[in-house]
């Protein structure tokens, strides 16, 4: 029985693979977000409004994305400094086809997550804090204009911290796509 859910598996995943031509386009992104759940850090932090930007590309199974995330927290108190977060990632997601015009993507995406705190009491190795991280993702992008498409996304972020914290991210954006030129293509290749 393993035997043949294996081959099936296998199956459509080359058949899934056989549907894309790798690096054969370029989607480059950008999103508003916002932190949108009260976990114990938003005690003492309030989250401002951040901005996502990555590059995608269609790989032999799915999409594979790199990008960065920047959040802004506001400390509640004098006594807890602000601090910008970073999250560079690489992820890898699939696409849905819906009617003609709606996608759905989901994917993961891992990478570090940085915390820059402005703190002028601590010293540079002590104001910054770097934690690896995962994250679940999901999008429904839809075409606006050409190859311009509207998206809108949300994360789930978790963060490996002593005690993790997890983040829901909900975000709205614009992609650009374009075909990726055969000299850079052949590069990927």
């Not at 759940?37 to 990555?54: A, Y």
């Not at 002590?126 to 690896?132: A, C, D, K």
């Not at 992609?175 to 290749?189: A, D, G, N, Q």
Request: glycine share 6%; no cysteine.
């Amino acid at each position: 029985m393993k035997k043949i859910i294996t081959i099936l598996l296998l199956t459509l995943i080359s058949l899934k693979a056989q549907e894309t031509l790798p690096f054969s386009s370029l989607n480059f992104k950008i999103s508003l977000q916002q932190n949108k759940n009260e976990v114990l850090l938003h005690q003492f932090w309030e989250p401002q409004s951040g901005l996502n930007f990555s590059v995608e590309t269609p790989f032999y199974l799915g999409n594979i994305e790199a990008g960065i995330s920047k959040i802004d927290f506001e400390g509640k108190l004098y006594i807890y400094p602000d601090f910008s977060s970073y999250f560079l990632f690489a992820g890898w997601s699939l696409n849905k086809q819906f009617f003609e015009f709606v996608s759905l993507k989901y994917g993961i995406r891992s990478g570090v997550f940085v915390m820059n705190f402005n703190d002028q009491a601590a010293s540079e190795y002590e104001s910054t804090e770097s934690e690896l991280s995962v994250s679940l993702i999901g999008e429904l992008e839809f075409p606006v204009y050409k190859n311009i498409s509207g998206n809108l996304n949300t994360e789930l972020l978790t963060i490996f911290t002593d005690k993790r914290i997890k983040l829901f991210i909900v975000g709205v954006g614009l992609s650009y796509k374009l075909e990726t030129p055969k000299w850079l293509r052949k590069f990927f290749e």
